[in-house]
């Protein structure tokens, strides 16, 4: 990589690690949507100064089997593949009445996570891919259900201050009851060969049952504070039957989740230590979430905060048939549809005073955030926005699952791609940002200053691409405190816009 502009600074060594999807179209055959493409993984290496580049297309059993048959034959979320007319119906039909739940792919495109000293390529069913954060390849494919009942998993996991790894996922029918599992993977769970898998030392922390057997809601992530789990079970849901028999009805996966305006969303709050939940039925209007951005105790009550839309007509804008509309007409169409994202600061009081002003026994004095005891003793919690208009949010990890200032995130407007990079302090609500003519920032993510005492004290990275020709894709070093810029990069490769990633500090790659 080729430094335009300023100096990256020495302390700043490690690799970040990108992933999203990066292929679309196999042989004649494409896909629907762009969270279906084949995963690419990307490697921004920091060293002595100098950055270096790295690209590989994730090499899973999904990618093997499609560009050896040349087409896409293993189905996406949003692109249906349908088995051949010619095998016979009734062995068809009777092998699918016994999955029940189908087998997913393994096209692992949302994030890069970490399980003891090993890095996986993860989405959201039960299969990973392991890969050398090096190299990039493919140590081995991993299937969460050989070490813990599960169908889904997150993308998004918590680690603690001890590098101790929490998740949560899905066990839908075959693991008898359905619900919801909260695990935890010790940081010492890898061998020193890396030859056996970091989930074998896996631990269940809690089972949440569903509230209704058939509709589980749909998670992308999780919070977490020191003492506790928060668990959003929101009315954004996955119809069971439906995903069962989706191949029969010709229909795509993704058809097989209905929001429910009508519903309530509830919030589930667990001890860590003990796994059990707090006996308090908290709860809130409809919303969907998709990502949280941190929690902490405070003061007898657990705060967390989060990025919420009114319906769920993000996943609909995805659509590669609407990403290729002309600018203004994809405009018009999502001023309409369209619900931005909001980033709502939620209060749980973990004691209540029966007797408080209004009902409201949140007792803080810097949240406006409320929530309001009812006659059956459930608390019912109104929010208090923080901001308007930022996803794929990051903060100073360090920080998380602490009391904090700041967070960064991709500023959504009309167009499903961020032209901009933003931060957002909390406190006194300042908003600063970076941008620049046709350029497209991937999330940004933020690594602090060796020492470093001030929450903001350190870097944001985050990858550029450009749809002017004359601008090469390029790795952009921001000051986080300012949003100044300290150094770009450019880079003589085709870069892909991606989801998310993951910063390894040098020596932990070693």
Not at 246 to 256: D, G, Y
Not at 305 to 329: P, Q
Not at 339 to 355: A, E, G, H, N, W
Not at 448 to 477: C, H, R, T, W, Y
């Amino acid at each position: 990589i080729t430094l335009e502009y300023g100096c990256v600074p020495e302390w700043l060594q490690g690799t970040l690690l990108r992933n999203g999807p990066g292929l679309f179209k196999v042989g004649d055959t494409e896909y629907n949507h762009w969270f279906d493409g084949m995963a690419l993984i990307h490697s921004f290496t920091f060293k002595d100064g100098e950055v270096y580049y790295r690209s590989k297309f994730l090499r899973s059993d999904t990618f093997k089997k499609n560009t050896q048959a040349n087409k896409i034959v293993v189905s996406e979320f949003g692109t249906m593949i349908y088995p051949d007319p010619c095998k016979n119906i009734f062995s068809k039909a009777f092998s699918y009445l016994l999955a029940a739940i189908p087998d997913f792919t393994d096209n692992n495109l949302i994030n890069i996570i970490r399980y003891g000293e090993d890095y996986y390529a993860s989405s959201e069913v039960n299969y990973m891919n392991q890969i050398d954060p090096i190299t990039l390849d493919v140590i081995g494919k991993m299937n969460y259900r050989n070490h813990i009942a599960l169908n889904l998993a997150t993308a998004h996991p918590h680690y603690d201050d001890e590098g101790n790894t929490y998740n949560m996922g899905t066990a839908l029918m075959r693991f008898g009851m359905p619900n919801y599992v909260i695990f935890k993977v010790p940081v010492n769970a890898s061998d020193k060969e890396h030859k056996k898998p970091a989930l074998r030392k896996v631990k269940q922390v809690c089972n949440i049952p569903f509230r209704s057997t058939l509709f589980p809601s749909y998670f992308h992530s999780f919070g977490m504070t020191e003492n506790y789990i928060i668990f959003v079970e929101q009315p954004f849901k996955l119809d069971i039957v439906r995903l069962a028999t989706a191949i029969f009805r010709s229909v795509n996966w993704a058809s097989c989740l209905k929001y429910d305006k009508e519903d309530i969303t509830l919030i589930h709050l667990v001890d860590k230590k003990t796994g059990k939940a707090v006996s308090t039925k908290f709860y809130t209007d409809a919303l969907v979430v998709f990502h949280h951005i941190n929690a902490y105790e405070d003061d007898g009550h657990v705060v967390f905060d989060m990025i919420t839309y009114k319906d769920s007509n993000l996943y609909e804008m995805f659509y590669l048939v609407n990403l290729r509309k002309e600018t203004h007409e994809f405009i018009e169409t999502n001023k309409v549809n369209f619900s931005p994202p909001i980033c709502q600061r939620f209060v749980l009081p973990l004691t209540v005073d029966k007797d408080a002003p209004n009902g409201n026994v949140v007792r803080l004095k810097d949240t406006t955030a409320k929530a309001v005891m009812q006659r059956d003793g459930s608390l019912y919690c109104l929010p208090e926005t923080i901001f308007e208009g930022l996803e794929l949010p990051g903060m100073n990890y360090k920080f998380n699952g602490k009391k904090y200032r700041y967070f960064y995130g991709s500023r959504v407007e009309w167009t499903p791609h961020p032209n901009k990079i933003g931060k957002v302090d909390i406190v006194t609500r300042k908003y600063i940002e970076w941008t620049e003519e046709d350029c497209y920032p991937s999330e940004p993510v933020f690594v602090a200053s060796p020492g470093a005492v001030e929450e903001d004290d350190g870097v944001i990275l985050s990858s550029v691409v450009s749809l002017n020709p004359k601008i090469s894709p390029f790795m952009l070093v921001l000051n986080a405190k300012t949003f100044e810029v300290i150094a770009r990069a450019s880079i003589d490769a085709s870069v892909h816009m991606d989801l998310h990633g993951h910063f390894i500090p040098t020596q932990s790659t070693n």
